[in-house]
């Protein structure tokens, strides 16, 4: 067996638990070895009954003290008591009528779960259980990997045991000295360590040696990239007999002070002979289009046509509106290409952009297909471009240009970074900052209520619907789930047309609609015939109807400040005063806290830099992210060690690839996008 053995050849896998392990994006042995627990079970640090606090999630060495009994109907039971010498609790597992053999008065276990207190005293339901024997040690650390539909904890478990000899062949990419400068674990005993460790200090050596590997790893990707764009020729513009003056004259509002420095440091760009590589970054409503239509009518009037990429065919479909009514009084022609158009639209669409009768082109990932050409792509503009991934704004990149001269590139986010942060995880591009909101931006009022505040907050929706205007509720599951008690978008809508709101047309989103489902909801939104809109965070990017004054988030507390603050966004966008609700019973204590700074501010960046302390850059970028921070073990929370790395990744790139080429073949690796990873917390 080595790293490249196919899954279903590795001892206790077999051909139908490999499909399995595929969902998790796992293939090979290799991807096993490297397949990293999200989490641990602290089962060695055992508590007293007396010091356990209600909902602690916990270890208790307890002797079973009463008769186990058993009952119940469909739902089987087994019940008893077990204590140490300060107390005891309740224990009761579930549909599990085999565990009578196991329990009996006087046998000692380790119970490892959430401990509650009930009306009965403190209780445990279905917690793991360990049998205390004589002479047998328990496992102190218990590591907690990503599952999916087919696997368990133990068939991972017993799978990575079979594959973790392979780590002992791992390379190492930094030499001995610096690791010895750094303090950091060989890779192989750091892989070692984190998959088996016997303490929370293992597991904090094993993540650090990691993370720092990985963070150099990636700080010399960027390098890699940067080099290879400052060594191209770029498309070079001239402001002469561009007539840009006309474009800013043209638009009914003014420019505000950021806009205007970033127009003016993305034109620049733009005049010279190397390509452009700019992230163009505002909170909600800063005014980022207004700057790529700018840059976009830039090209244009220099002879050159813009791509311009958005994650979704509706935000896409947004985007190509609002240039084409900035745009088309001089004569700038705007095409919209989704994957929603039909056969005959496309190759229409197609040839117009080959033989150059459209000068700015908007879409999805339809724009890298290989049916699209381009008669002279001068300009490349990615929206949201955290969803992209480093290659598919390559390709469309390489789609561009003539010849050997490439096209500037222009990423935009509307997700608030904290500078500091900006700099290190963008450090293959320049930054520029919105960081004002154009006047008349309303801001919007937000409460914090509990479900008791439900039915008046319907009928606040009521008035403003009876008002004209339209309200959004957004849930965070898609459907209903057995195991959780937070609201879904199928459900919700179904409860609303019978109940509160039966008499108005309501519509539902959610990400698994396909794409014209999904455009048919929104365009009847947009167009008011739908007055309430339930939806999961589908919603949370770009999407603009000015009519929408409501916005209701069912469950805030399992969202990030950022994506609270994004779902914000989607309201006060028109004349009339809006409002957000963010419901909750759970809001208490250090998540009370958190959510209440979305009722004190509405500036996006002060809301990331309290997300990203709180949450970690894990939760802060989103899980399924796509872009560049899809580390394994790094998180770029910890300021400290990623200051070092990038230092450190100075240093040893200006060494060059000769003297560190396990370190430059890695780097290249994860550029070109074959790095897979998981996260751990």
Known sequence: MDFKTPLQYVKGIGEARSKCFAKLGLYTAGDLVSFYPRTYQYRGENKKVSDVIDGEVCSLLLTVDSPVKSGGGKVQYIKFTAGDDTGTVNITFFNQKWLLKVFSQGRAFRFYGKVTFGFYGKEMVSPEVEPVLHGKKL?????????????????????????????EDMQDVLPEDIRKK????????????????????D??????????????????????????????????????????????????????????RSVKEILSDMCKDTPMTRLLQGDVGSGKTAVAAAAVYF????????????????????????????????GIRVGLLTGG???????????????????????TNALIQDAVEYQALGLVITDEQHRFGVMQRARLTEKGGIGDIKPHMLVMSATPIPRTLSLIVYG???ISVLDELPPGRQKVDTYLVGSEMRERVFRMIRSRIDEGNQAYIICPLVEENEESSKQSAEGYAEALRRGNFSDINIGMLHGRM???????????????????????????VGVDVPNATVILIENAECFGLSQLHQLRGRVGRGKDKSMCVLLSDHAHGKTESRLKIMCETNDGFKIASADLEQRGPGDFFGEK?????????????????????????????????????????????????????????
């Not at 990985?214 to 498309?235: D, M, N, P, W, Y």
């Open 428 to 430: 293959d591009l320049d």
């Open 625 to 681: 992210q796509s872009g560049e921070l899809v580390f394994r073990v790094a998180s770029a929370a910890d300021m400290n060690m990623l200051e070092e790395a990038k230092k450190l990744s100075e240093e040893l790139f200006a060494g060059g690839q000769a003297k560190y080429p396990e370190l430059f073949a890695k780097a290249k690796g994860f550029a070109s996008g074959n790095e897979r990873g998981n996260k751990i917390s």
């Open 182 to 201: 750094y303090a950091l674990l060989s890779v192989k005993d750091a892989v070692k360590l984190i998959h088996a460790p016997n303490s929370r200090d």
């Open 514 to 540: 396909s794409p014209v489902e999904k455009d048919e909801v929104m365009r009847g939104f947009s167009k008011g015939d739908i007055k309430i809109l339930v939806s999961t965070t589908v919603v949370e």
């Open 203 to 260: 597991v904090a050596k094993a993540r650090r040696s990691l993370a720092f590997e990985e963070l150099i790893v990636f700080q010399t990707a960027l390098r890699i990239s940067r080099r290879g764009v400052s060594s191209s020729k770029g498309i070079k513009m001239t402001f002469k007999n561009s007539g840009v003056k006309s474009f800013f004259e043209s638009l009914p509002y003014s420019l505000t002070s950021a806009q205007e």
């Open 299 to 330: 090209a244009a009037k220099n002879g050159y046509q813009s791509a311009f990429m958005a994650p979704t065919e509706i935000l896409a479909a947004q985007h190509a509106k609002t240039l084409d009514k900035m745009l088309s009084s001089f």
């Open 341 to 363: 158009l039909t056969k005959k639209q496309k190759t229409v669409l197609q040839e117009s952009i080959k033989n150059g009768a459209v000068d700015v082109i908007v879409g």
């Open 139 to 167: 496992k102190d650390v218990i590591p907690v990997y990503p599952l999916t539909k087919g696997l368990t904890q133990k068939t991972v478990c017993s799978a990575v045991n079979n594959v973790l000899p392979l780590s």
